[in-house]
């Protein structure tokens, strides 16, 4: 059930940011840069401990019944830079500079989607937390998903990492439409989901990528293309924003000349962020599954001449069967 365990993670974390808790942007003055340092929200941080709680606890667990902590603590390192991240996005002041400058809003969307979720992903967060809980519980946890609709359906999109892809391109593009990228803003309950999904679908893409690392043939490449079609679509739609002859979100103009900004500079500056840095992080993604791709087919070449058995066909992405 990965991706019942990744959206409660979601859930978990980002239900501390209902509208009691302030999570939209939408109400605020807007913060001055004189203001910035004390805006500070320390609403999450008690969901954020919590969660790492039960990770840790259900990580010692599996540690021990495994008598092996080397890919443990990796895992554990993992997991900390995901909390950490979420931090950044939600406890630091960047939170309160994104109902201020569009061009803070998109570095949160950035850091959830390119920080949170790859290292939740690499974390493999399903296990532990299901060790966290007690026997029974686990057990009904397990029992009830495996009698949804949805484990059938989720496994097919883990298993291909460019419906994953296409899924989170969607939901990307989606929450930037003027229109509905507005009303988030002036909806707490919107808000709220446009950062699940944001996050929900970032996690079961990155967590494919992740699975398609350790893969061979044809879902190794997939992998290697979903990073590769996602670095072109973020990149088209951060261009898109950056060459716009006008705001496509005025609301921000209230705010941005406290910044020594315009509108329309901050609109560039937050795409100049995606088309560069989002681009950059998933054409990255690509090239390292591409080397760890080829890695694996040199081993494989070495071990058959060793052996003196037949050499696997080596990889390439095509359509199997």
């Known amino acids: 059930m990965p991706v019942y365990s990744m959206l409660m993670v979601a859930g978990a974390v980002l239900a501390a940011f209902s509208p009691a808790a302030g999570v939209a942007h939408a109400h605020s003055r807007g913060v001055t840069p004189d203001e910035i340092w004390l805006a500070w929200r320390w609403e999450p941080l008690p969901l954020l401990l919590a969660a790492a709680g039960l990770y840790v606890r259900g990580l010692r667990m599996m540690r021990r019944r495994a008598r092996s ?12 830079a995901g909390a950490l991240a979420l931090g950044i ?3 630091s002041p960047l939170d309160a500079m994104g109902g201020t400058l569009l061009f803070a809003h998109m570095a949160q969307h950035l850091v959830l989607i390119l920080m949170t979720a790859p290292a939740l992903a690499l974390s493999a967060p399903t296990a532990p937390l299901l060790w966290a ?11 009830w998903w495996q009698r949804t609709a949805m484990a059938r359906y989720s496994a097919c999109v883990l298993r291909s990492p460019i419906l994953a ?18 009303g988030a803003l002036h909806s707490d309950l919107l808000h709220l989901i446009e950062h699940i999904s944001l996050l929900a679908t970032a996690l079961i893409f990155w967590r494919a990528v992740v699975a398609s690392g350790v893969g061979r043939g044809v879902r190794a490449g997939a992998g ?3 990073c590769f079609i996602l670095s072109l679509t973020g990149g088209l739609l951060g261009a898109l924003m950056t060459l716009a002859r006008r705001p496509w979100y005025p609301v921000y103009s209230h705010h941005t000349t406290a910044w020594s900004l315009s509108a329309l500079d901050d609109q560039q500056l ?5 088309w560069g840095v989002g681009g950059m992080v998933y054409a990255a993604a690509a090239l390292t599954l591409l080397g760890r791709w080829l890695t694996l087919a040199d081993v494989a070449d070495s071990t058959a001449m060793r052996t003196g058995a037949p050499a696997p066909p080596r990889p390439g992405i095509g359509i199997e069967g």
């Open 133 to 143: 809980l007690s026997p029974p519980h686990r057990r009904g946890l397990v029992r």
């Open 69 to 80: 902590g080397a890919v443990y603590r990796w895992r554990a390192r993992a997991f900390a």
């Open 165 to 182: 892809g296409a899924l989170h391109g969607a939901m990307l593009w989606a929450w930037h439409l003027p229109r509905l990228y507005d």
């Open 224 to 226: 290697i293309l979903a």
């Open 89 to 91: 996005a939600f406890v």
């Open 270 to 274: 937050a795409g100049l962020l995606m």
